[in-house]
């Protein structure tokens, strides 16, 4: 069974301390993605990988950085956590696409993370 | 630039149909995805669509025109279960996928 795992649910955190977000799949997959989710504005895609040790701003990298040292895990980090960072958190996987025909992408449970 | 359309929010009885569309302006396309998202939950995969025409999967339909940049959702026999979130989303030339903001399905007895 597929499975995307996410090292949270809920996190509270303080403004200024370092977050690390972690994601783990098991499906073998090339991509994972860092995403976040907002009340109206749907996900936006923060940064994502397609292999190890590679990494691509998505639409909104600034205040994060991403770490993936192994082709199941994929670490999100704010290096400086503020009360706009406050947000729900999703990492997704997909298997690399190519040739016209893509492929979905499975989400984990999510991390709804609060910055006081 | 990229754009996804769809509806805020829709309500529908139970039992009834109904139809949700989903318009996109993308730089390319390679396919249009149907995910579902109960609140507080993580999306789940309902339907991909590269090819006009119509998907059949059980009660859920997927509709797509590329000529028109134009899906439909259609969810039949409505269950109260069925109240979530149904997010649109389009893979881009360079396999990017743009997401929707979501339309918000509540389902009234």
């Known amino acids: 069974d597929v499975k995307v795992t996410q090292s949270s649910r809920y996190l509270v955190k303080r403004t200024g301390e370092k977050v690390f977000l972690e994601c783990v799949q098991d499906?073998?997959?090339?991509?994972m993605f860092w995403y976040r989710q907002d009340p109206g504005l749907g996900l936006r895609l923060i940064y994502f990988?397609?292999?190890?040790?590679?990494?691509e701003k998505g639409d909104i990298p600034e205040g994060y950085s991403v770490s993936r040292e192994k082709k199941e895990r994929f670490s999100l980090i704010l290096e400086s956590a503020s009360t706009n960072q406050t947000s729900m958190y999703l990492c997704?996987?997909?298997?690399?696409?190519?040739?016209?025909?893509?492929?979905?992408?499975?989400f984990g449970p999510g991390t709804r993370l609060t910055v006081t | 630039g990229q754009n996804i359309d769809q509806p805020t929010e829709m309500t529908a009885t139970e039992g009834a149909i109904v139809q949700i569309n989903c318009t996109y302006q993308t730089s390319g396309f390679n396919g249009l995805f149907w995910y579902q998202q109960h609140a507080g939950e993580a999306p789940t995969f309902l339907s991909y669509n590269v090819l006009d025409g119509l998907e059949e999967k059980g009660r859920f339909s997927s509709f797509l025109s590329r000529s028109k940049g134009y899906s439909y959702l259609l969810l039949k026999e409505l269950q109260m279960k069925d109240s979530a979130s149904y997010l649109c989303a389009v893979t881009d030339s360079n396999y990017q996928l743009i997401w929707g903001a979501g339309t918000k399905l509540i389902i009234k007895p």
């Open positions: 997704a996987s997909s298997p690399w696409t190519s040739g016209g025909i893509s492929y979905e992408q499975y």
């Open positions: 499906m073998d997959h090339e991509n």
């Open positions: 990988s397609y292999d190890v040790k590679m990494k």
